[in-house]
């Protein structure tokens, strides 16, 4: 079982936005929709959820601006206005959480994802492990990742 290494800190490549994450995470999962394909220059982008409650900005004021996903979710994008780096999403349908992305942390050698969404659009060169959970488009609940993700790491 990892351990999730709280607080976490993170932020952007050059430095004018930082964060601390002071509650555990919810989950860890990958995203193969072609909006995270677009957004991180990749097949695929991470996304981990964490309670806003236990996430502060701790320097700089991040530039935001709202898409609609692929589920027909809105969401606000927020990135450093100096670098472009992606730091989190904040769902409109739920703002008890701040999808975090994980990438940005300081320390990420404990990071695991448990699950990947949207496997009907991701690369054809990726493999998709075969012990997580995998969803060809956008799941209905998030309960089977956060039991997931619960079951492997400890605070």
């Not at 607080?7 to 193969?32: D, F, I, K, N």
């Amino acid at each position: 079982m990892a351990r999730v290494p709280l607080p976490l800190a993170g932020g952007c490549q050059c430095g004018a936005c930082r964060y601390e994450v002071t509650a555990s995470p919810l989950t860890l999962y990958v995203c193969h929709c072609l909006d995270c394909q677009r957004q991180s220059a990749s097949g695929f982008g991470m996304s981990m959820p964490v309670p806003r409650t236990g996430f502060t900005l701790t320097r700089g004021a991040p530039r935001q601006w709202r898409r609609t996903a692929a589920s027909g979710r809105t969401v606000a994008c927020a990135f450093c206005g100096d670098c472009g780096t992606r730091l989190f999403h904040a769902p409109e349908r739920n703002d008890a959480i701040v999808n975090l992305k994980p990438g940005t942390l300081d320390d990420t050698s404990w990071l695991r994802p448990v699950g990947h969404l949207w496997t009907a659009r991701a690369q054809p060169w990726m493999v998709i492990p075969g012990d997580g959970l995998a969803y060809p488009s956008q799941p209905e609940s998030f309960d089977a990742r956060f039991a997931a993700f619960s079951a492997r790491v400890s605070v």
